[in-house]
């Protein structure tokens, strides 16, 4: 299972915004953390240190709980991770391979390919799965909704071609999306209709920065992992510009999941890093 690396960690580094407290960190890999997700108060994550497995910790005292043999899993063709409490599993991303993995909490396991190189997943409101797909030759995406029930695809929705190299979307309404995507200058937030066309882009200045990866709440506010900004954001749902949550981190944040009953944000950095933030 390999040797279990916990240690807590001070990010002193790092500018904490008012409202918000670091609660715990810990180093999960030497190089990159693939995905993290929350289900039943647990925390599963995945890297490339941990060829077929997922592991699991507890979101009360972040100790390891357990690992999750995913065969023919390699963590290095993980792009990302998200679960589904409806569904009672968790989904992730095997963009080398072209498929999704279904891995149950009652032990099932099921491969879905697509037709695509999977790199973002999220669940929607009626529990499919929304997959961000991205033609890394030309840089491309759309995006693709899955039936939770077996993987068929029942919408594919072509991006706008100046949505280069999207990473992550979320559902927003029944026919609307959040889409991150592009590198350093060239990128930004979008919303998109059912149709892939952008309905509106944020605003205010953000300065976003190779967004990676987004989180939203009850109330429809969006968090970014800004990643080469090193800093999260908040923006309102007309993706507005809030606040910083975080800034001046020392690694750059690759994936988030929130938990909004304990107002929770866990962030997944590059270096290997998880950080927990209290809102």
């Known amino acids: 299972m390999g040797q279990e690396r916990h240690t807590q960690r001070s990010i002193s580094d790092a500018a904490v915004v008012a409202g918000a407290k670091v609660i715990h960190t810990f180093k999960e890999a030497e190089k990159n953390i693939c995905g993290i997700t929350l289900l ?10 941990y060829v077929d497995q997922v592991r699991v910790y507890s979101t009360s005292d972040f100790k390891l709980l357990r690992c999750i043999s995913v065969p023919d899993l390699d963590g290095a063709h993980v792009d990302d991770m998200t679960s589904c ?15 999704i993995y279904r891995v149950g909490l009652d032990s099932s396991l099921n491969t879905w390919p697509v037709n ?19 033609d890394l030759l030309v840089g491309y995406g759309k995006l693709l909704l899955l039936r939770s029930d077996g993987g ?15 990473w992550h979307a979320v559902q927003l309404s029944h026919e609307e999306y959040i889409v991150c995507h592009g590198f350093f200058n060239d990128s930004r937030l979008v919303k998109v209709n059912a149709d892939g066309a952008v309905t ?11 967004p990676r990866h987004v989180a939203v709440d009850s109330d429809k506010s969006v968090f970014v992992a800004d990643g080469t900004n090193f800093r999260i954001v ?5 993706l507005s510009y809030v606040r910083s ?8 944040p690759q994936h988030l999941c929130f938990d909004n009953i304990a107002r929770r944000l866990y962030m997944g950095q590059y270096g290997g890093i998880v950080s927990v933030v209290q809102l």
């Open 85 to 99: 409490e409806k569904k009672q599993c968790i989904y992730l991303a095997d963009n080398g391979n072209s498929c």
């Open 40 to 49: 039943n108060n647990e925390l599963y994550t995945v890297c490339p240190g």
């Open 234 to 238: 908040l923006l309102d749902p007309s």
């Open 152 to 166: 068929k695809c029942v919408e594919e929705i072509a991006l706008e071609s100046d949505i280069k190299q999207p």
């Open 200 to 210: 509106q882009r944020n605003t205010g200045g953000t300065g976003l920065s190779t």
């Open 116 to 134: 695509g190189r999977p790199r973002g997943l999220s669940v929607t409101r009626g529990s499919n799965l929304l997959v961000t797909c991205c």
């Open 245 to 252: 949550v975080i800034e001046q981190m020392q690694h750059s």
